[in-house]
């Protein structure tokens, strides 16, 4: 990953989806499969054309967990004596794009051929107490910060407040972010939450942590999705519709919350500054920002520091109109973890495998016209680690 | 032993740390070799990796980073504890900490305020954790919070 320009090394080949929600009744093996099958028939391959399986994360069940890293989908899928190599590449919410890194070194280098990344999980079908607490340890330090109560949306809130306070941005703006993602979401059969939603709905939700109310805050969900990365060669005599990967780049800016030096900005300007000049582009070649958000607040510093607002203030560009369908900028076309749901590790996988969707021309009623090059973002933990990657229909 | 919500459990490297808390003293962890502070409490320092590792008296003073009071979703053994106001505090050494504010218009700080170490008993528990308080005067940046 270094940080000159250079031509695409990879691309995706094949997406596979479950619809995200609470489903009792399917498990994760099955969503696994599920997603799984879709995307080797969507690249048009047979599973036995799979060299490396890369399972990410699962957090609801111990032991599905351990069956991915156990090679479970080899056996599953029919890999057995092709498939080289089993291996789960896991960074929490920023396993999107790290995957995507690992996956993309793979192919450059020869190492695998056809890369499949995964994940499935069941969070959604947790009690509300246990998702609380499982996510209470989610880069929570057992030592310095549960002793005091935090949690997941305390890290959202903490990093609301200083962001308002630094930038100016309002409880209102912050509530467009949720209005723009429902938006999205009512084009998506695969979305947790697609009934319309106000600002005057989210600010009239019950207080959960200042700012946060209960609509500014996601909710657990089950899911599963897929991808298949190839080199950029061989992409290209797979699919017609191949989306290459032009830049990414990345920075840890903290292990606990507290000992981040800038929660306004986190590591989000180095990591776009860093992934645009791999990629060759600038932020006004972009039409497309598939931003990880989880929290409102999150989308918001990514559209800063990516610089796809038009020199506006991100919060005043949402409250604007300018994310939602029909905007000049549209943002997390499936309706983001605010309203697809969040499913764990594999919220950010979802919003990575929408802007692949959208750049094969495959989003059905929400395809965004004429859309050639996209950035996408995530974060793992409590916003550990920041990730910009540049997507595009053309190699470079 | 078992107990409602989360404790600190210390390591050896730690323990001074929580053992000056039980005494209502304040330390920070320093390094000797090149005369860094550490937040939080290492084996090794993390800017030179010498392991001549001290401790040293703060006043405990700061400024809040950034401030929520939570009112719903409490992990485990918190419910009771709600509203409580969880913050950063920026210190004046320059190491940022996690911890509650407690106090007289606590749910109505903001960011900026300053702030200064109390100590609080956990009930039932042989553990004080290190909390904070506002201290004296608002500052100028704050001037339109009603007080």
């Avoid at chain 1, 939603?197 to 109310?213: C, F, G, H, Q």
């Amino acid at each position: 990953m270094s940080t000159h320009r250079r031509s695409a090394s990879a691309a995706v080949v094949g997406i596979g989806e479950v619809p995200s929600g609470r489903f009792s009744d399917r498990s994760e093996i099955e969503a696994a499969v599920i997603a799984a099958r879709e995307a080797i028939l969507d690249a048009g391959l047979s599973p036995r054309d799979i060299d490396v399986v890369m399972p990410t994360g699962a957090l609801a069940s111990r032991h599905f967990n351990v069956d991915l890293v156990f090679s479970r989908l080899c056996e599953e899928l029919g890999m057995l004596r092709s498939a080289k190599m089993n291996v789960q590449v896991m960074a929490g919410g920023g396993s999107s794009s790290s995957m995507l890194a690992v996956a993309e070194a793979l192919v450059s280098t020869g190492a695998a051929r056809t890369v499949l990344c995964l994940h499935s999980d069941k969070v959604g079908s947790l009690p509300r107490q246990a998702g609380i607490d499982l996510f209470a340890t989610t880069g929570v330090s057992e030592e310095w910060e549960a002793p005091y109560g935090h949690n997941m949306n305390a890290v959202g809130a903490l990093v609301s407040q200083r962001y308002m306070y630094e930038t100016g941005t309002t409880e209102e703006e912050l509530a467009a972010v949720c209005v723009s993602l429902r938006k999205w979401a009512a084009l998506n059969p695969h979305a947790m939450f697609r009934q319309p939603l106000t600002v005057e709905e989210v600010l009239a939700s019950k207080m959960i942590a200042d700012p946060l109310r209960a609509k500014h805050c996601n909710v657990l969900a089950d899911g599963a999705s897929a991808y298949i990365v190839a080199s950029a060669q061989d992409a290209q005599k797979m699919t017609k519709t191949p989306v290459f990967v032009r830049g990414h780049s990345s920075l840890v800016t903290h292990y606990t919350l507290s000992q981040d030096t800038d929660l306004a900005k986190l590591g989000f300007p180095e990591a776009a500054h860093a992934a645009y000049a791999e990629a060759g582009l600038r932020p006004q070649d972009i039409q497309l920002a598939q931003i990880y958000d989880s929290y409102p607040v999150f989308a918001l510093i990514a559209m800063d520091a990516l610089g796809v607002c038009g020199g506006e203030r991100a919060g005043a560009f949402v409250a604007a109109g300018h994310t939602s369908p029909g905007g000049r900028m549209p943002m997390t076309t499936n309706g983001g973890m605010l309203s697809q749901g969040h499913t764990g590790a594999g919220g950010g996988i979802a919003v990575l495998v929408e802007a692949f969707r959208q750049l094969m021309g495959k989003a059905g009623e929400r395809q965004v016209a004429n859309a050639v090059n996209a950035v996408e973002t995530a974060s793992g933990g409590t916003w550990m680690d920041s990730h910009v990657t540049i997507l595009s229909k053309e190699p470079g | 032993m078992s107990f409602a919500h989360a404790l600190p459990v210390p390591t050896p490297w730690s323990a001074p740390y929580w053992e000056a808390s039980r005494k209502k003293r304040f330390v920070l962890q320093c390094c000797n070799a090149c005369d860094r502070l550490i937040m939080y409490p290492k084996r090794f320092c993390p800017f030179c990796l010498s392991e001549d590792l001290g401790w040293r008296d703060s006043a405990g003073t700061g400024e809040i980073y950034s401030i929520t009071v939570q009112r719903a979703g409490a992990p485990t053994g918190f419910s009771e504890h709600l509203p409580y106001v969880l913050i950063i505090v920026r210190l004046d050494e320059g190491v940022q900490l996690m911890s509650r504010l407690i106090g007289p218009d606590a749910e109505t700080a903001r960011c900026g305020d300053r702030v200064k170490v109390d100590f609080q008993d956990v009930a039932g528990a042989d553990v004080t954790l290190p909390v904070f308080r506002l201290d004296g005067a608002k500052t100028p940046a704050n001037g339109s919070r009603s007080t």
